[in-house]
């Protein structure tokens, strides 16, 4: 298992592991954090605190449709082992103060989706793990682009003060780019600072988001997918809008 984002030290609650298993090879994982197991692509038979559940998991890959999770709580335990190739995301927080809830499988059919924007800055959202579902901290979903060359996370906004507005909470991307050679652009800023940060992310980078806005935007002729994992002491989805581009979405 690949650690892409280490809690405690680029993140203060988040941690995320991708792993691809070959066929029949097994990956086990014992009791600990909250986390939520994302499958990227391909299946899985699991067995779940002894249980057995069948098999899981059931895309070719991320820009193909939604794929099943796996909630495991932190007193739960879970065994995977690939049936062919597969891909996984492991999401992983400590729980809060909120209870978790119980383990178990999300399945891809189960997953909220809504388009979200419109021409170049249009984009499907599927929430995975939602703030209204029973968990502890960990909020997550995928965002992917059906058109190329197309901006994400617009108009821009950000979650790291806390206000009516807004709620404190850091962020976690896993991207996926198509045609895989091609390459996004991560903006960052800060309009309290005066921050300014941009960053080219390849297929299979991931980043930590903790401060600013952070729309992105892909190459042109290429495809953009990432998954998204939030987590703070709250577990609350809500976010400030950056006013100077609240305009965009307010567009008929």
């Given at each position: 298992m690949t650690s892409l984002i280490r809690a405690g030290e680029q993140t203060e609650y988040i941690s995320l592991d991708v792993t691809a298993a070959p066929d029949?090879?097994?990956l086990e994982l014992g009791r600990g954090d909250e986390r939520l197991v994302v499958f990227l692509s391909g299946r899985a038979s699991l067995t779940l605190d002894g249980r057995e559940c069948g098999v899981v998991g059931g895309r070719v890959d991320v820009f193909e449709g939604a794929g099943d999770a796996v909630?495991?709580?932190?007193?739960s335990a879970a065994v995977l082992v690939a049936d062919g190739d597969c891909t996984v995301a492991v999401a992983a927080a400590p729980a809060g103060s909120r209870s978790p809830g119980e383990a178990r499988v999300i399945p891809a059919a189960t997953q909220r989706e809504v388009v979200v924007g419109s021409g170049s800055w249009g984009r499907t959202v599927r929430?995975?793990?939602g703030p209204d579902d029973a968990a502890s901290r960990l909020i997550v979903g995928e965002t992917v682009h059906a058109g190329t060359?197309?901006?994400s996370s617009f108009p821009p906004h950000r979650h790291d003060r806390e206000s009516a507005e807004e709620a404190?909470?850091?962020e976690v991307y896993?991207?996926?780019v198509h045609p895989s050679g091609g390459f996004a652009v991560q903006v960052r800023y800060d309009t309290d600072t005066g921050a300014e940060d941009l960053r080219i992310v390849?297929?299979?980078?991931a980043?930590?988001?903790t401060s600013g806005f952070h729309p992105l935007v892909a190459a042109p002729g290429h495809g953009l997918w990432y998954l998204w994992i939030l987590a703070g002491a709250e577990r609350v989805m809500r976010v400030y809008v950056d006013p100077r581009y609240r305009w965009v979405s307010e567009q008929r």
């Open positions: 029949g090879e097994s909630y495991l709580p932190p007193p929430t995975v793990l060359g197309t901006w404190r909470l850091e896993h991207y996926r390849h297929d299979g980078d980043a930590a988001i």
